[in-house]
């Protein structure tokens, strides 16, 4: 069987984007294969946090995956923090890499440019590298990857090779799953940008009262016209809410177009709030009955399974390294 690796950083609630892009699948995958699900809480402390948020965050986003239907009788859920053997892989993997391909990842100029006020740590520099360690302690065959993520991956990749080269054959060099259907859900107040826990007012959180997502759906940025039609160029707002009820309705583009023929952008923006609202129902009950205790216990449970594996995994590197 083969094995998957992913991650989620708990800086956030859950929303739309996230379901459609990455949990969604995540449900098919735990049927199919062994899933390592990681809460990347050593991620999210790349930028500026407060610690209590952290803590609550990796309870609440638990909590939201278990609500979705992440089940831990299928999929490994653990903390990234709770499993030291990632730190002592990216400090050998640290020895590997490139201080000038580490300043050409996307993600640490982004960072450089968002707090170039008051700067960013090596944290940020180095997070492609821990990511990389991440992967390659469970020696993950697949690994789901956004297309902003596919540069990380591929350093990963570039890792396991120099570490296969410099050591003897350790790593599997991991493949990208890139799901082609799954389109892009952009922000509710600025379509130019993805959906993202740092445009809270574009972000549609699943898991926020019926009031806050009807307010949001609502205001959601359209456009001058009157007609509902998938243009994406022209039409970017619309087009962005065609694609949610796309997939909150598995109906066709053309089917849609047709059914809101004649009518009003509020048409579908109300179609959408009563179809969100249907399609997230089932998860909203489960996530008022899962109890702090049952997760802090589902994720001692899954450290457990995660950590022997990895554990393993360095037992052998530290031999091939010198250390042992």
Known sequence: MKRILTGIKPTGKIHLGNYLGFIKDLLIFQKRYEVFLMIADLHAQTIPYQPKELKNNVIELT??????????????????????????LCWFLSCLSYIGELERMHEFKEQKERFKKIGVGAGILLYPVLQAADILIYNADLVPVGKDQIQHLELARELARRFNQRFGKTFKIPEAYFNPETEKIMSLDDPSKKMSKSLPEGCLEIFASAKEIKDKIFRSVTDSEKIIKYDPLKKPGISNLIIIYKHLTNKSIDEIENEFRGLMYNDLKEKIYLKFIQYFSSAQSRYQQIKEKDVITILEQGKKKAEKVAQDNLAKIFKLVGLK
Not at 64 to 84: E, M, N
């Open 63 to 88: 909590k939201s995956l278990l609500a979705l239907g992440v089940d831990p009788r299928q999929s490994i859920i653990f903390k990234q923090s709770d499993i030291s053997a990632h730190l002592y």
